[in-house]
């Protein structure tokens, strides 16, 4: 299990889906939302919403992901985090464009990270 106390701020970062189910919208249909998460202090640094069509998000959203999620501290950090039962490919390639490394994980293992996350959206979105 990943903890906060094991990581700097912006050392590594978190991408994962912030839901269970996809959000049902009249107008645009079904969508999930993308996180990214600092590891360190559990701060979203950005999400995103993401067709439920797409397994991942798209080229264009992961570059918007992590432009956002650098555009607190100026820079990126050192890790990226991934889900391993999550599809990623896209963000994983532009995460590595940028010198990132990607390390894959079980999401289990991160939960003490992003699990709090994942209530405060559940609570609000059911």
């Known amino acids: 299990m990943l903890q906060p106390n094991q990581f700097k701020v912006n050392e590594a970062w ?9 959000i049902h919208t009249d107008q ?6 993308f996180a990214l998460i600092d590891a360190a202090s559990c701060f979203i640094l950005s999400s995103s919403p993401v067709s439920a069509k797409s397994d991942e998000p798209s080229k264009l959203e992961s570059r918007r992901l992590l432009k956002q999620g650098k555009a607190h501290k100026k820079k990126g950090p050192k890790k990226l985090f991934v889900p391993s039962e ?8 532009e995460a590595k464009r940028l010198g990132i490394s990607v390390v894959y994980i079980p999401e289990d293992k991160l939960l003490p990270i992003i699990g ?10 059911g």
């Open 28 to 33: 645009d249909g079904d969508f999930n939302f």
């Open 116 to 125: 709090e996350a994942r209530e405060g959206f559940r609570e609000r979105f």
């Open 14 to 22: 978190i991408v994962f889906k912030l839901n269970d189910q996809p």
């Open 86 to 93: 999550q599809p990623a490919t896209l963000l994983a390639a």
